[in-house]
């Protein structure tokens, strides 16, 4: 098996003339926590939606464990373990963290629309879904609706109900997007829990997150990728500075 969970070759994107993705190649390590990220209109989230086929590519490959899934429908691209997140909470706002975690396990056991199955048949999924909670520490919301619960845990419970569907490889939209610094924390050292035994690749705008988590980097500008590597390597390079973070090459180098 290759050490590349996950790799694009050549990747392109064209919306009505304009080029949104242009020759992106990706290799993403099995097992380690992949960033992608720019500045805005960089093309991160276009790359998303190519991965998980909420658009289709104008050119190039996408392979995954070996295989070529360029023109898989999304819902294949989840049966075969890649999961993604948004960067709203996608969670059910009128069901309690219990229920939308037991919803992502009626999916992954084929019973999603067996609605009619009595209560005590769907009660036998409960111990598994509490296990899930525990994992992201919210045992004690599992009686919550997701409504009455603050926004970082509402995106604990988005990343529970992923885990519910036993990704293997894990997309994670903006993550920390909108929350204060003491979510951000909270949220950063979930995501660190769960990688164990997975690969995860993040689009983040916030830095300290990137710093903190990721063990390789994709900086994508203009649709492009302007530089990869480790964090204390592109967060030092003059292209990067002036692209992502408005210092120019020659204010960089000085």
Known sequence: MSDYILETHDLQVDFGGFLAVRGVDLKIARGTIHAIIGPNGAGKTTV??????????TAGRIVYNGTDITHWKPA???NHGIVRSFQIS????????????RLALQRRLGVSYHFWRSRKVLQSLDREAMERLGQVGLQGFAQRRAVEMPYGRKRAL??????????????????????GTEDVGAVTDLIKKVSAGRTIVMVEHNLGVVAKLADAITVLNRGEVLAEGPYETVS???AVMEAYMGVSAEEASA
């Open 48 to 57: 998303f939606n190519l991965l998980t086929k909420f658009h289709a590519p």
């Open 76 to 78: 294949e691209i989840a």
């Open 90 to 101: 996608a969670v059910f706002p009128h069901l309690t963290a219990l229920e939308n975690v």
């Open 158 to 179: 988005e990343i529970a109900t992923t885990l519910a569907l036993e990704p293997e490889l894990m997309l994670l939209d903006e993550p920390t997007q909108g929350m």
């Open 236 to 238: 030092k390079d003059p």
